[in-house]
């Protein structure tokens, strides 16, 4: 299969407060779908100790990711798996983070609520869920563009 979309890395000067937002404990399982290299997924458990999962279709960003955990002092706790992440199996997330598409968005949505227990927290960067208000939204200017978070939790 091709990615529905390119790789954009998250960036960096983003991290800090997505990771505030998603309030990480070491008994979280955050997934990160369409991770790419890994990097929001590799500082999130080096921070916090969570368990990792990252999930992309793309085969080279995967090794990519694969490779840069093997330099984690926590790489025991994370993951990268390559496959659709329209078919993945996430009813293990608390939490989850998304930058894709909207359109990506909204066919993930079903998903999202079919797997996902009570107060799994999502977290989507510059785009939303469609008509699902979220609970939260915080602008971020930043050195590459203005970045926008949403975050909502699985009631």
């Known amino acids: 299969m091709k990615p529905d979309i390119g790789y954009i890395p998250t960036p960096a000067d983003t991290f800090t407060t997505i990771l505030e937002l998603a309030q990480l404990t070491p008994n979280d399982i955050f997934y990160d779908l369409g991770c790419g290299a890994g990097n929001l997924l590799i500082a999130a458990v ?3 100790g969570c368990r990792g999962v990252g999930v992309d279709i793309d085969p080279q960003q995967i090794a ?3 490779q840069q955990a093997e330099q984690s002092p926590r790489r025991d706790r994370l993951s990268f798996h390559q496959g659709n992440l329209f078919t993945a199996n996430l ?3 608390t939490v989850v983070f998304l930058y894709l598409l909207p359109h990506l968005n909204l066919r993930l949505r079903p998903q999202l609520f079919g797997q996902l227990q009570p107060q799994t927290r999502i977290i989507s960067h510059q785009f939303d869920l469609g008509d699902w208000p979220p609970k939260q939204v915080i602008k971020l200017p930043n050195s590459e563009e203005e970045s926008t978070l949403y975050y909502w939790e699985i009631s």
């Open 46 to 48: 080096q921070k916090s």
């Open 64 to 66: 990519a990711a694969r």
């Open 91 to 93: 009813r293990s997330a």
